[in-house]
């Protein structure tokens, strides 16, 4: 008879992480209701005919000599705004991140002043990101006028608040033993950060970069919807003309930029081993930068934008609407947001974890090839397309929401899931595996622990992001306060938009603490 394994050997973790599981299946069980998601309605056959009805005239795409070269044209403006307003963003992120980031503090800068500096700073990021970037976009462009340029500060603005989180949670994930080393020695945060914290998360800060930059692509060019440039206008006008195969030869784009931004994440993080790799590496960011003035600039000089008008445009939301009848409607808003941020996210959760092992090669050649494609088609196709075609399948309201972000945060997850798993260490697994451990129990024991931090950071981050999309996926019917919202700015209510979008932040805010709180459980005792 065997003996009672000795508590040394127990799971340490195993009590906190079943608290939080229990948790998330309570905070799921209300949000499926709300959310009105039945797994059933994907299988009415008069659905799934209307939607192969609208599909068969993508086909054959276009190919006019015409539309090609006004597509490439598009193409590079939608490239360029990308590329300058993830500059901008990072230009925001770098500062906030390397203030805010934690591991960095000491025992002496626990000062209240510091403190209070610092949760004022994460204060602000949360209202950066917590306003969707079409809604930044939105504003700009009523602000300052037409163009690329509302597009590259949408982004800029968005993406700082995004990625300085990210950033910052990258940072705190690391192993602290060097620069609490450094810090005994008396070196400075900077000198922490540059020898301790950034040699190990490099890879990870880069790759997450690069995906935000494929973001910002798809958002460049979902902004044209608004006036902001890009590929997004001509998405616009050939959906509204019902032109079938204009749509699809975009959408083609839309993926072929996807894997596109998908090989230049792996030769960066490539390029990162070896000092002319790394050489390389900023030399091509320069490049792309320096090409992507050139291709905006003339634009925005011949445009005249006028920002003197920003402070006056920014004094008409004030003071926010606060009457009785705009938070009738305001409750509902709100949960049906949150329930399908939170059934979306949750199970593409789990369809990016499943997709995410053969991604990252473990299943073999073959297997890594599919499911990598079907990722890059998931992602590559912009949400509100995903929301259109999911309103058709199961009609309007929340879930058409729910099973468009289901789709496209499947394959956002699962590229970020496979590429931590590519760049977590093998040794423990081998180790293991020399034991005489299954596959199965060397991957939960030995790879699962060094990636759990990180796949769970990426999710929750995901939901608070997908908190602001589902408020945008209301523009096409799929239900949550962005119908509101865009009512609201299309009628120039200014102060009813002010009081909504204090409610999105609102909603950001409430995901962020919950989210550091479910960190703080699933990670067990230090």
Same mark, same amino acid.
């Given at each position: ?238 959906i509204k003309m019902m032109n079938g195969g204009e749509v699809s030869t975009l959408l083609l784009v839309f993926v072929l930029l ?21 050489? *390389?590496?900023?030399? #091509? +960011? %320069?490049?792309? =930068?320096? $090409?992507?003035? @050139?291709?905006? !600039? /003339? ?7 006028d920002f003197k008008a920003l402070p006056a445009f920014a004094a008409e939301f004030w003071p926010p609407d606060s009457g009785p ?81 289901? *789709?496209?945060?499947? #394959? +956002? %997850?699962?590229? =970020?899931? $496979?590429?931590? @798993?590519?760049? !977590? /260490? ?101």
């Amino acid at each position: 008879m065997l003996d009672p394994a000795p508590s040394s050997m127990r799971d340490p973790a195993r009590r906190p992480r079943l608290l939080a599981t229990l948790a998330l299946m309570l905070l799921l069980a209300p949000a499926f209701q709300s959310s009105g998601f039945h797994p059933a309605a994907l299988l009415d056959s008069g659905s799934w005919t209307t939607l192969a009805q609208f599909v068969s005239g993508f086909f054959p795409p276009a190919h006019e000599r015409y539309f090609l070269d006004e597509v490439a044209g598009e193409t590079a403006v939608t490239l360029a705004s990308a590329t300058l307003g993830i500059a901008l963003a990072m230009l925001i992120a770098i500062p906030a991140a390397f203030a805010s980031c934690a591991a960095l503090d000491t025992p002496g800068s626990h000062h209240p002043v510091w403190q209070a500096g610092q949760s004022l700073l994460r204060g602000m990021l949360v209202v950066l990101r917590a306003i969707p970037e079409i809604v930044w976009a939105l504003l700009f462009v009523r602000a300052v006028g037409l163009g690329s340029l509302p597009a590259v500060l949408a982004i800029g603005l968005a993406y700082g608040g995004m990625l300085g989180k990210v950033y910052a949670e990258i940072l705190d994930s690391q192993p602290a033993e060097a620069c609490r080393a450094l810090a005994i020695q008396g070196a400075s945060r900077g000198q922490r950060l540059g020898w301790a914290l950034l040699p190990q998360a490099m890879p990870e800060l880069v790759s997450y970069s690069v995906y935000r930059w494929e973001c910002a692509i798809r958002a460049s060019a979902v902004m044209g919807f608004v006036g902001a440039g890009g590929i997004g206008q001509l998405l616009d006008t050939s959906i509204k003309m019902m032109n079938g195969g204009e749509v699809s030869t975009l959408l083609l784009v839309f993926v072929l930029l996807v894997m596109m931004s998908d090989g230049i994440s792996r030769l960066a993080r490539a390029a990162l081993h070896t000092g002319y790799g790394q050489a *390389l590496l900023l030399a #091509g +960011v %320069l490049l792309a =930068l320096g $090409a992507s003035l @050139l291709c905006l !600039a /003339p634009a925005w000089l011949a445009g005249g934008f006028d920002f003197k008008a920003l402070p006056a445009f920014a004094a008409e939301f004030w003071p926010p609407d606060s009457g009785p009848d705009l938070f009738a409607g305001l409750a509902q808003g709100m949960a049906e947001t949150l329930a399908m941020s939170v059934t979306g996210t949750v199970l593409a959760c789990l369809f990016a974890a499943w997709l995410s092992l053969p991604a990252a090669g473990l299943m073999g050649v073959l297997p890594q090839a599919v499911a990598r494609l079907l990722l890059n088609l998931l992602r590559g196709v912009p949400d509100l397309m995903w929301a259109a075609l999911a309103v058709l399948l199961v009609g309007l309201g929340p879930a058409a929401g729910v099973l468009a972000l289901c *789709l496209h945060t499947s #394959g +956002v %997850l699962g590229r =970020l899931f $496979a590429e931590t @798993l590519e760049n !977590a /260490p093998r040794e423990p697994v081998q180790a293991l595996l020399l034991s005489g451990a299954s596959p199965t129990s060397a991957f939960c024991y030995g790879l699962l622990p060094a990636i759990m931090t990180q796949w769970l950071a990426y999710s929750l981050y995901r939901w608070e992001n997908n908190i602001r999309i589902a408020a945008v996926l209301g523009i096409v019917g799929a239900g949550g306060i962005g119908q509101q919202l865009f009512m609201a700015l299309s009628l120039f209510q200014t102060q009813t938009a002010a009081s909504l979008m204090l409610a999105m932040v609102l909603l950001s805010w409430t995901v962020e603490r919950l989210s550091r709180w479910l960190r703080r459980q699933l990670a067990g005792p230090a």
